[in-house]
């Protein structure tokens, strides 16, 4: 059990008020100083804080009641910012949706949050007015962020009606805005956790939540103050990039970097060279893009500014963490947090970094390793963790069993089977759903895999259970090859060989399938279903 102190926050207590409205009231404070950086603009911690309030205060005059949800489908943006803290200054929940969905997808979550408003991106207004307005029984007004070319206009040409502009919702509303007097348990915003098993569940984070993984992992694990400056590949909508890319910058008064189009390698690289973050946060896919991206005109890309680079999202091999040191001179934390957590709740810490593995227990947050049965497994051993951390969900929106079957009291299942070592490190071995026994042994799809991403002919490798024609279920790799090389029968009876030189024969991949990527999710996470939908024996 960690002996840490433990975080005092006063029952009366607005998470925007927290983040926002501090940095301008304290003596000293950093009214004049960045706080988001997008492009080619800068906004001030005042500008932040008088948006926040325009935005909360034109909210109200739509009607909009505390805990009523508000449906944020934003690209990163100051907007976002600007609209999440707004909606929870006023009590209201703001609730950030993937970008990259369809129109059946936005239909879902519009009805399943009822949010009345909804404020979205002129870029992705199109897939809200594809779906038929008798579909969205609880919309009323869309609030668009304009571009440069403003198009609110529905796909059949005709306007939308309960269409606004945000930019005219900021001019016509005043600056000035108390905070909605809320309590520490009030809930704040909502996240919706991936759908793999059925429908997305929208994880309930309360107003406290974000100040605790602030203070346990930027402040403990990272050392965070204001003079950093952070860029995250993750987008605000994913958990893990609001955290990055937003609330731990505003903990402390540093300065967010934001990136509203897709990470590719040369964006993210100019980003780097050019506004010099200090704290880089990605996943393992955007890793190994990197590493595959060549030096340009002779000259390697200059990573010196980043005093630590972070992973989370998927398991990161060990094999990247020391090609990505060895070119560029950075080592990589990686980490392991949840959508349900918030954010991480298992990190190596830096100088005391285990290649492979997910480092150690947060101070502050406890786990347990249990079986089936839930009982503690001895050390070593492969089981279920569990986590007990004060950022964890409430609970999920309209899911009662689910809830019950996740959340046990203090604790919550995480879904995530692990091991922990001598030294008190855990190692990822996979989703639970994910594991399955060969040859009367569990065999998790993650250690096949790291053996693979070592051979110099494999840049990214997942592997799922087929059966083959014994009924059986047996390992298939997919793999995605390193500088183009060509996926042959050859190559494919190395990689098993390869396999077969470090781990049991009934681990050799029973079969190689070579593909030109693997899919994933927006946050860079394997589709593993896909991959298993996709081979025929």
């Given at each position: 059990m960690s002996s840490v102190a433990p975080i005092f926050l006063p029952d009366e207590f607005n998470a925007a008020s927290y983040f926002v409205d501090r940095h301008i009231l304290i003596k000293d404070g950093r009214a004049d100083k960045v706080a988001i950086e997008c492009g080619e603009v800068q906004v001030t911690y005042r500008q932040l804080f008088e948006r926040v309030n325009q935005v909360g205060n034109g909210l109200r005059r739509l009607g909009v009641r505390v805990e009523e949800r508000v449906f944020l489908l934003l690209l990163d943006s100051p907007e976002f910012a600007a609209s999440f803290f707004g909606a929870i200054k006023i009590g209201a929940v703001p609730v950030p949706v993937n970008t990259l969905l369809k129109s059946a997808d936005y239909e879902y979550l519009l009805n399943n949050s009822r949010a009345r408003v909804a404020i979205v991106s002129d870029s992705l207004m199109a897939a809200i007015q594809a779906i038929p307005r008798q579909h969205l029984p609880y919309l009323e007004t869309v609030i668009v962020v304009e571009s440069e070319v403003v198009k609110s206009e529905a796909v059949d040409g005709d306007p939308r009606p309960g269409t606004l502009s945000f930019k005219q919702l900021l001019q016509e509303n005043s600056c000035v805005l108390q905070p909605e007097s809320t309590g520490k348990d009030d809930a704040a915003f909502w996240l919706y956790s991936s759908g793999s098993t059925g429908p997305p569940k929208a994880c309930v984070h309360l107003q406290h939540d974000m100040v605790v993984s602030s203070e346990r992992y930027a402040r403990g694990i990272l050392n965070i103050t204001d003079k950093d400056r952070c860029f995250s590949v993750a987008k605000l909508f994913f958990a893990y990039g609001l955290g990055n890319g937003l609330y731990f910058p505003l903990a402390v008064g540093a300065t967010s970097i934001l990136l509203p189009g897709p990470p590719r390698p040369h964006s993210v690289f100019e980003i780097i060279e050019r506004q010099r973050p200090t704290l880089f946060f990605s996943v393992p896919s955007n890793y190994t893009k990197l590493?595959?991206?060549?030096?340009?005109?002779g000259r390697e890309f200059d990573l010196s500014c980043l005093r630590h680079a972070i992973s989370a999202g998927e398991a990161l091999?060990?094999?990247?963490?020391?090609?990505?040191?060895?070119?560029?001179?950075?080592?990589?934390?990686?980490?392991?947090?949840?959508?349900?957590?918030?954010?991480?709740?298992?990190?190596?810490?830096?100088?005391?970094?285990?290649?492979?593995?997910?480092?150690?227990?947060?101070?502050?947050?406890?786990?347990?390793?249990?079986?089936?049965?839930?009982r503690l497994v001895v050390q070593g051993e492969i089981g279920n963790l569990l986590v007990k951390a004060d950022s964890t969900c409430a609970y999920y929106w309209n899911q009662h069993e689910k809830t019950k079957d996740t959340i046990e009291g203090h604790w919550i299942r995480t879904g995530d089977k692990y091991y922990q070592d001598e030294d008190g490190y855990f190692w990822y071995a996979g989703r639970a759903d994910d594991m399955l026994k060969v040859s009367g042994v569990w065999v998790s799809p993650i250690e096949i895999e790291r053996a693979l991403i070592d051979h110099p002919a494999v840049q990214e490798a997942a592997v799922v259970f087929r059966k083959g024609q014994d009924e059986l279920p047996k390992p298939v790799a997919c793999i995605v090859t390193r500088n183009g090389a060509a996926g042959t029968p050859e190559l494919a009876r190395e990689l098993q060989e390869f396999v077969l030189s470090r781990l049991p024969v009934f681990k050799r991949p029973h079969r190689i399938e070579f593909l030109p990527e693997l899919p994933k999710t927006a946050t860079g996470k394997i589709q593993r279903f896909k991959l298993r939908a996709g081979f025929n024996e």
């Open positions: 590493l595959a991206h060549p030096a340009e005109a091999p060990a094999s990247v963490f020391y090609r990505f040191k060895e070119r560029f001179k950075v080592e990589i934390l990686d980490a392991i947090g949840s959508t349900e957590a918030l954010h991480m709740i298992i990190s190596n810490v830096p100088g005391a970094v285990r290649p492979g593995s997910s480092g150690k227990i947060i101070p502050g947050f406890e786990t347990r390793i249990v079986d089936d049965s839930n």
